[in-house]
C-alpha cells in the first residue's frame, strides 16, 4: 500500500478514504490519530493491525460536536455535560457507558466508551465531512512515542495506512487527558492536554488512578488498558531525575556515560555539550516541554546513545502529563532527588 500525504485542502478525500472503510493520519491538537470509520468493526481491525496494537486495548471514538454524546453513550452523568461545554473541543477524552451501536472491536468488550471532540480545525472538518464518528488511537506504532507532525507518523505508517492529512505541528503535543466519569468520584486514568486542575475545576473531588503515578504490579488490572504497557519508549533505556532543576542537571552530570543521552531543560543545555542533548524547552515553560517530549524521546533512535537520562518538570499544570510520558517511557525508573519547582 502506498500512504498518500494529503494537504489542507483534501479533506473531502480523507473523509471519502474514512467512508469507504480505509485508515487516514488525522492531525489533532494533542498528537496526530489514526483514524477509521468508528462504526466499522472491519475498519477498526485494520487499525490494531497497522500499529501493532493489543487487541485488548480500546480505542477512543471522536465527535465533531457534544450533541453526538447521546448517540452513543447512555445514562451521561450531568458533570459530562458541564465538561463539555467548559473544554471541547479540546483535549478531553470521556469515559461514559456505552450504547449497543458502539462496535465491540472499538471498546473491546468493555461497557464503556471513551469519547472526545477534538479541538483542531481539521479533524473536526474531516470528522464532519465523513459524517461519522472517527476511532483513532495515536497515529504511532504500539509502544513508541506518539507523533506530532506527519513526518513522525510517517516514519512509522509509511506503506500500512492510506493517507495521512498534513496539518503542521501540533500546538498541545501530549495525548488528551481522559477521566472516567461511570465511578461516583470522577477518575483521572491519564493526565493529559487539559491540567487536572481544569478538571477539578469542573467537577471539584477527582480521584487519580494508580497507574498514572506507579508501575502496576503484574496481577494488577488497569481501569485504562493502554496503561499496563511500556510506552513512549525510545530504544535506549532511560532514566527519570526528578527534583530541583539544579540538582537533578548536576546528578545527570556527574552519572555521564560515554554514550549517554539527556534530555534536560533549555537553561542547562550547555552542561551536556558533548552528549547528544535533547532540549524540551525552559524550565518554566511547560507548554513547550510538551510540545518537543515525543519529539525528543524519538531523536535519539537515529542516535547511538545507549542509555538516555530526562530531567523532570514539577507536577502542577501540563508537567503532569510530560512527567508522566516520560516516567512512562522510562518504565518508571526513577531517580527521586526531591521536589521540583514549578
Ligand atoms: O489525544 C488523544 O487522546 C489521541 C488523539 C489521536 O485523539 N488519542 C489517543 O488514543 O491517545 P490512544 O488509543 O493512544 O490512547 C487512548 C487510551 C488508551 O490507553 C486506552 O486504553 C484508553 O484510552 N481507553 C480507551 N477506551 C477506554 C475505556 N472505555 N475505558 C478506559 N480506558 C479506555
Ligand atoms: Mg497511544
Keep these: 500500500m502506498k500512504t498518500r500525504l494529503l494537504t489542507a485542502n483534501e479533506i473531502d478525500t480523507a473523509a471519502g478514504i474514512l467512508r469507504s472503510g480505509g485508515l487516514v493520519g488525522i492531525p489533532t491538537e494533542t498528537v496526530y490519530g489514526l483514524g477509521a470509520n468508528g462504526l466499522d468493526p472491519a475498519a477498526v481491525g485494520r487499525i ?20 453526538w454524546l447521546d448517540r452513543y453513550c447512555r445514562n451521561i452523568p450531568p458533570a459530562a455535560c458541564a465538561l463539555a461545554e467548559a473544554v471541547w473541543p479540546g483535549p478531553l477524552t470521556m469515559i461514559l457507558q456505552r450504547r449497543e451501536n458502539v462496535p465491540n472491536a472499538v471498546t473491546c468488550g468493555l461497557g464503556t466508551v471513551g469519547i472526545r471532540c477534538p479541538g483542531h480545525p481539521l479533524a473536526l472538518a474531516v470528522i464532519r465531512a465523513a459524517g461519522l ?34 496539518g503542521g505541528s501540533c500546538g498541545v503535543g501530549v495525548e488528551s487527558t481522559i477521566v472516567d466519569l461511570t465511578p461516583p468520584v470522577p477518575r483521572l486514568l491519564r493526565p493529559g492536554g487539559l491540567p487536572l486542575e481544569r478538571l477539578q475545576a469542573v467537577l471539584g473531588e477527582v480521584a487519580v488512578d494508580r497507574a498514572v503515578t506507579a508501575q502496576l504490579g503484574s496481577g494488577e488490572k488497569p481501569r485504562a488498558p493502554g496503561m499496563k504497557y511500556r510506552h513512549y519508549a525510545p530504544k535506549a533505556p532511560v532514566v527519570v531525575v526528578t527534583g530541583e532543576s539544579l540538582r537533578t542537571a548536576r546528578y545527570i552530570r556527574r552519572n555521564l556515560g560515554q554514550r549517554t543521552g539527556v534530555i534536560c531543560f533549555d537553561e542547562y543545555a550547555p552542561l551536556f555539550s558533548g552528549c547528544t542533548v535533547e532540549a524540551i524547552g525552559p524550565v518554566s515553560d511547560k507548554a513547550r516541554q510538551a510540545r518537543r517530549v515525543f519529539e525528543a524521546l524519538r531523536a535519539f533512535d537515529s542516535t547511538d546513545v545507549d542509555a538516555i537520562y530526562a530531567q523532570c518538570p514539577g507536577s502542577g499544570g501540563l508537567g503532569f502529563a510530560v512527567a508522566n510520558r516520560l516516567k512512562k517511557a522510562a518504565g518508571f525508573q526513577v531517580v527521586d532527588l526531591g521536589e521540583a519547582e514549578e
Design 48 to 67: 490494531f493491525t497497522a500499529k501493532g496494537r493489543p487487541q485488548d486495548n480500546p480505542l477512543i471514538l471522536h465527535i465533531p460536536d457534544a450533541s
Design 133 to 166: 464518528p472517527v476511532a483513532a488511537p495515536s497515529g504511532n506504532l504500539s509502544g513508541r512515542p506518539s507523533p506530532t507532525c506527519a513526518r513522525h507518523m510517517l516514519e512509522d505508517m509509511d506503506g500500512r495506512i492510506d493517507a495521512i492529512l498534513d
